[in-house]
């Protein structure tokens, strides 16, 4: 038998991985005190590249305009300092496409 068949299979790397783009916490700054950040406005500004994609707001950097946040999934420290500065997160849920078998 071939050595390759031989050794033990590690690890797992999916065919259709779930790539998130990234927003940055400091990009958001350049919108005023108020506003609701949704992904059509961040589509419109150039912060994302595609409405059907997901995409994660990260905590990198300071922010310092009370905003309101629908995303999808964003971290912890990035929900902790948009509150500390007053502002809202509000998280989309996630839908789940489910397959269900025909009543017969």
Same mark, same amino acid.
Not at 29 to 34: A, E, L, P, Q, T
Not at 38 to 50: F, R, V
Not at 55 to 62: A, C, N, R, S, Y
Not at 71 to 81: D, N, T, V
């Given at each position: 038998?071939?050595?390759?068949? &031989? =050794?033990?299979?590690?690890?797992? &790397?999916?065919h &259709?991985?779930?790539?998130n @783009?990234v927003?940055?916490?400091?990009?958001l700054?350049? #919108?005023?005190?108020?506003t609701?950040i949704?992904?059509?406005? =961040?589509?419109?500004?150039? =912060?994302? /590249? /595609?409405l059907n994609?997901p #995409?994660?707001?990260?905590?990198?950097?300071?922010i310092?305009?009370?905003?309101?946040?629908q995303? @999808? /999934?964003?971290?912890?420290?990035? @929900?902790?300092?948009?509150?500390?500065?007053?502002?809202?997160?509000?998280?989309?849920?996630?839908e789940?496409?489910?397959?269900t078998k025909? /009543?017969s």
């Open positions: 038998m071939r050595l390759i068949r &031989r =050794l033990p299979k590690v690890g797992f &790397r999916s &259709r991985p779930i790539l @783009q927003v940055h916490l400091e990009d700054n350049r #919108f005023d005190k108020g609701v949704t992904a059509e406005l =961040l589509k419109k500004e150039g =912060l994302i /590249s /595609s994609k #995409f994660k707001i990260l905590g990198d950097g300071d310092k305009n009370a905003i309101t946040v995303a @999808q /999934s964003i971290s912890k420290s990035a @929900q902790e300092k948009i509150e500390k500065a007053g502002g809202k997160v509000e998280l989309a849920k996630k789940v496409k489910t397959k025909p /009543s």
